[in-house]
């Protein structure tokens, strides 16, 4: 079996084992067995248990901004189309990969290195929702108005609100109640954010692929 | 000097060094010095560097959570009116303790136990947030079409998006741009949140304290 194979199980077994037992007790001997390999070719490949984290880490962190990037590459879509399009991929993504995205928040709770990882991650990602959101103001002619510290601002608050759902979505897998979708998930997101909850109590919602704007405006 | 003056005194410089330095870089002998006390006394009081970062934790979680209590305490006011206060107090807070708030990242970031402390905090902070939202929705009649799960769903996004802002505005100080205000950081959320991308996009932001909302619906 070709060493990249042998590698990518590693990594699904290691990614399994820190997403559900964490980062302390996860064992390399569990992590070896469920991959079907012997512990030394573990060590040989990825050297030590830090290093194999990193690894899955690393790993995560590239699926995570692909996804994202993927869904945003669409150019000369409206703003929202635009917008449901990122979060349609982020959350189809996160729900797909529950294990991956739980590493991820391992790696951001479990101190250096694997924090920086992350945070850089997170940076990757805000610029990409800042230059789309730039974009948009464009788009609606007033980029004057909404000054670039604010759309820097909206950027942050809408990256925040997508991982506090991603985590509240997957968390409630294995609860005696349906898990979201991610289609549905995005939903509540989009409407949270581009139609407002002040629209939502109104009932006005929004609604993907309508032109004009489905709420009446 | 009652012990209490003197264990605040310790906390005080223990907030100020962990938050700054991080918990593993930050040493009991600064701490000791910044308090001006001896280092004995730490210990015979706070027992532990262990313990003196969860007193320190957990002092700041109930900073938090009392000053977004305080800040929607007022019942029977608009929807708008009791977020924008909730948001306002959040922002005031976080700005005007950024020691603090750092102190709860940092915990976030280093590991069990204090991981959990915060955690256990932001289910708190997100009760508080979903009854404030089931309450508007309720208001505006459409509690039946606004389902619990939304409800639920919403209310995570919000809390979200204030962390990630609140992070954003502090990590601001510093930088040769002066950090936005804690009313204007309310406001960005206000509008990303309740007016909507779709309306700020179109110049129609939502301000406080006018009614009937000024974005002209």
New interface residues.
Partial sequence: MPREVRERQMLDAAVAAFARQGY?AASMDDIAEAAGVSKPLVYLYLKSKEDLFMACVRREVGALVAAVRQGTRERGLP??QQ?WNGLTAFFTHTAARPDGVAVLYRA????EPF?REVAAMRVEVVTIVTTL?GQ??QD?G?DG??AE??V???A??????????A???NSRTGEH?EA?SAKE?AA??M?????????????AR?VPGVAP?PHG?
């Avoid at 951001?108 to 101190?111: I, L, P, V």
């Fill in positions: 302390q703003a929202d917008l951001r709770t479990q101190g924090a959101l948009a103001a609606a007033c108005e909404l510290r604010e820097s601002g909206l942050h608050a809408l990256v925040g609100a997508a991982e506090s759902l985590e509240w979505a109640i979201p998930t509540t997101l409407n949270f954010c581009w139609a407002g909850l002040e629209n939502l109590m109104k009932g929004w704007a405006r």
